[in-house]
């Protein structure tokens, strides 16, 4: 065979091998950004509670549907605070929960907040609105805020990461504004820890003495039905400021 065919053939030969490695590479980073979007079907037992595309698994607190205020772009729910109503309320917004309630668990999920924001995630939160107007009257928050930008970074056990008004952070870990947290809830027969960046910052435990005396002396001590619940929906919520939230996934404990 003449020398120039058999080096045509093997560039030919090369280029097919470079071609089929690359494929493999692009098939591997769909699997994976589909996984980390919510899509598909999580390993090790967790379940996506966002799939990238719908607000499917979700509804607005006390019911109907999630609002038009509560956007999807990039395998990203954002709230957009663009449109507010008269009284400064963002216009199609509202708290959405999931539509169903978890017990003992391990969320786990990634937020950025807008310049001078403030938003939050809540869990074991009751969904009677007759008895409970807001989520909050139920159910315990971890603090979504720009510390820099926003009043309550000035107060104590009220900045990014805190178990809202009950502990503040032991470390504070959160990213600036503009940059996205990774969080991680965990909730197993009474042990409560809040990871931020990788970083243990708040673990306590529910419903004993002290966690009784510390909502006795919180905001929430007029609120008899805060924090006494071992089941509940999972809350993100509408602090009439833009907010993102991703890669939002669940597991059962």
């Known amino acids: 065979m003449p020398k120039i065919f058999m080096i045509a053939g093997a560039f030919i030969m090369m ?8 494929k493999t590479k692009d098939n591997s980073m769909q699997t994976d950004t589909a996984n980390s979007s919510g899509t598909g079907t999580l390993a090790n037992g967790w379940i996506p ?3 990238g595309k719908t607000t499917n698994g979700w509804h607005k607190y006390g019911g109907g549907p999630v609002g038009p205020a509560w956007k999807i772009a990039d ?6 605070a663009t449109e507010k109503e008269s009284g400064g309320t963002i216009k199609g917004g509202g708290d959405i929960v999931t539509d169903e ?7 786990k999920l990634e937020w950025k907040i807008s310049k001078g924001g403030n938003s939050g995630i809540m869990f074991c939160v009751q969904e009677d609105s007759t008895k409970y107007k807001h989520p ?27 178990l809202y008004d009950l502990i503040a952070c032991s470390k504070e870990t959160v990213k600036p504004v503009g940059e996205w947290n990774q969080v991680e809830i965990k909730l197993l027969n009474g042990k409560l820890d809040f990871i931020l960046n ?9 419903w004993d003495d002290n966690w009784n005396k510390m909502v006795a002396n919180s905001k929430f001590k007029t609120m008899p039905g805060f924090g006494t619940f071992k089941r509940g929906h999972i809350d993100l919520q509408d602090h009439d400021c833009t907010v993102w939230y991703r890669n939002i996934m669940i597991k059962k404990l």
């Open 15 to 22: 280029m097919a091998c470079n071609s089929q490695g690359d």
């Open 75 to 80: 395998s990203t729910l954002n709230l957009d």
């Open 198 to 206: 990788g970083e243990n910052v708040v673990s306590t435990t529910m």
């Open 101 to 107: 309630e978890f017990e003992n668990f391990d969320l």
């Open 136 to 162: 909050y009257e139920t159910g315990p928050e971890m603090q979504v805020l720009d510390n820099e930008g926003h009043p309550d970074g000035k107060i104590h056990k009220h900045r990014a990461g805190d």
């Open 49 to 51: 509670l966002f799939d």
